[in-house]
């Protein structure tokens, strides 16, 4: 399978609701079912995105797989399925891992180590969540910290007979004659943190919903939903595309789903390298997007 540009979904625009509108008689070709199709994803995705917003599901837990002697050293993410920022679903069915000594050597050949050690730190409980911290870890004195993200993609799947494109008119073309929704799963080290970004995703309306009175949280609820739209940035697209959330870091898809934070202890030298120390997994900086019966169970109805 191959997997298709970024840009090649038309999802990836944000278009408008336009529905094709049909009449006996009509010719019609394949940019019209392509339309058709559009249409359906885009209502959908508009409804996931406002409803859900960008987060996990289910699953998608992410372990550390230390080395043994039939397995190499290697962050493991579960299956399971989020929403990404555009409202699409990504499902991960099979368990998916990247081994940490080949990504550490990968990161440290593309520029001599300089990631790396832009990408390292101290005082590590600045990068982490409450909830992490709240165990008690022994953490690193210094460590690389990376993001694990798992990005909508989508692959080429099957060929058919079809008409050539362009100025021909030969019988004997191709085409892909489905397109299957896939994921990329992507390990990222984090330059640029500081005391003021820790580069994780920020709440969905704000601090505000969790704090105060039943009618403090009611007012900030009311307030966050008036101006939930703009901020949504969905129908119509804009020229500049999805915003980045904090979690994103340059160049990196905007509507990847942040899933995890991985510390990789390393000594003091420059360029970093790994000491003997297990990495930690943060799993508790995500956004969870929890379904209706939980809701209900922890509010005890």
Do not use: K
């Not at 408008?16 to 058709?36: C, I, K, N, V």
């Not at 230390?66 to 929403?83: C, D, K, N």
């Not at 601090?207 to 609820?221: N, Q, Y």
């Amino acid at each position: 399978m191959t997997i298709l540009a970024t840009s090649a979904d038309p999802l990836f625009a944000q278009p408008r609701a336009e529905r094709p509108a049909y009449a006996t008689g009509m010719l019609l070709d394949a940019q019209d079912f392509s339309d058709e199709q559009t249409y359906h994803r885009g209502r959908l995705a508009l409804a996931l995105s406002l409803l859900a917003g960008g987060g996990t599901l289910a699953g998608l837990l992410v372990e550390h797989q230390p080395q043994s002697p039939t397995q190499a050293e290697e962050v493991r993410v579960r299956p399971g399925v989020a929403v990404d920022r555009l409202g699409r679903l990504v499902e991960l069915p099979r368990a998916a891992c990247r081994g940490l000594a080949d990504w550490f050597a990968d990161v440290a050949a593309a520029d001599g180590g300089d990631t790396l050690r832009t990408s390292a730190y101290g005082n590590l409980q600045r990068f982490v969540s409450p909830r992490f911290l709240a165990a008690n870890p022994a953490l690193p004195a210094r460590a690389v910290v990376a993001d694990v993200y798992l990005r909508f993609a989508q692959c080429a799947v099957g060929l058919t007979p079809s008409f050539a494109a362009g100025p021909f008119d030969a019988l004997n073309a191709v085409s892909t004659s489905r397109i299957r929704d896939a994921y990329e799963l992507m390990m990222v080290p984090r330059t640029g943190l500081s005391d003021t970004q820790a580069g994780l995703p920020l709440p969905p309306a704000g601090p505000l919903l969790g704090t105060g009175s039943p009618a403090e949280r009611s007012t900030a609820a009311q307030d966050a939903v008036l101006g939930g739209y703009v901020a949504a940035g969905h129908v119509g697209g804009t020229a500049q595309g999805l915003p980045p959330g904090p979690e994103h870091p340059p160049l990196l898809d905007t509507s990847a789903v942040f899933i995890a934070r991985v510390l990789l202890p390393v000594g003091a030298a420059n360029p970093p390298q790994r000491t003997v120390g297990p990495p930690l997994v943060d799993n508790f900086s995500r956004r969870f997007l929890p379904s209706m019966p939980l809701l209900w169970q922890s509010a005890g109805l």
